[in-house]
């Protein structure tokens, strides 16, 4: 069964370093989007990706964060400079056409940010 | 907001009993799913239940909504030590296609 993969599983930063985290979402999916989950916290929507432009973003998505779909299959989120309030994991997701009854979305492993 | 509330926050229970979660959520939505969490790793969907469906079944879960009370009930049977992780309900708004809002979760430990 089709998968959304992450890379990499870890990955630790010195503050005020620049990190890129990549997906490769399910390839015949249109929608992209990222969430974070801080230890112990909730899931938090960040941003998602639609006909390679940002359709939504939260509060947290601020300046220092942005996303790119470089090819045909990969999705970036990259964070600029990095904080300690940034160490988190990080979820990548892809949904194949919401709205049009496939509103499933597929969750990747997630990438675990430490910064030091 | 539209965040999915979940209850209890924990709950712990014997192999072999029925587990029931609850959410609640404030907004109208399109529909409401449910994940499970192991510790420190991914998110598993587990059901989706769509704003017109009251109950769907998928092996040993079963999912109830009610849209006039906004609610759902994950209702998990015969639990097994296995089934111990954090599951999590996410509803997505009639007014947004774009994203899940998650809850906070519930912390279920299934005791051998």
């Known amino acids: 069964e089709p998968e959304v993969t992450q890379t990499p599983s870890h990955q630790v930063t010195q503050m005020g370093q620049e990190v890129i985290l990549r997906c490769v979402p399910i390839s015949n999916h249109l929608y992209f989007y990222w969430y974070r989950q801080i230890l112990g916290q909730k899931v938090e929507f960040l941003v998602s990706?639609?006909?390679?432009?940002?359709?939504?973003k939260s509060e947290i998505f601020d300046d220092q964060f942005s996303v790119e779909r470089p090819d045909g299959s990969n999705f970036t989120l990259k964070i600029r400079s990095t904080k300690l309030e940034d160490s988190a994991m990080y979820f990548c997701a892809s949904n194949p056409s919401p709205g049009l009854g496939q509103d499933t979305q597929y969750f990747g492993p997630g990438t675990r940010l430490t910064v030091l | 907001s539209q965040q999915g509330e979940e209850d209890p926050q924990a709950l712990s229970i014997q192999e072999g009993e029925n587990a029931t979660m609850n959410c609640s959520y404030k907004t109208s939505i399109n529909n409401l799913q449910w994940y499970r969490q192991n510790s420190g790793r991914g998110l598993v969907h587990l059901i989706l239940i769509r704003s017109n469906e009251r109950e769907k079944h998928s092996g040993r879960l079963r999912v109830t909504l009610d849209t006039s009370k906004k609610s759902s009930s994950l209702l998990i049977t015969a639990s097994r030590a296995a089934d111990t992780a954090s599951y999590f309900c996410?509803?997505?708004?009639?007014?947004?296609?774009?994203?899940?809002?998650f809850g906070p979760g519930t912390s279920l430990s299934v005791i051998p």
């Open positions: 996410a509803t997505e708004a009639k007014t947004s296609y774009d994203k899940v809002i």
């Open positions: 990706f639609y006909n390679n432009e940002i359709s939504e």
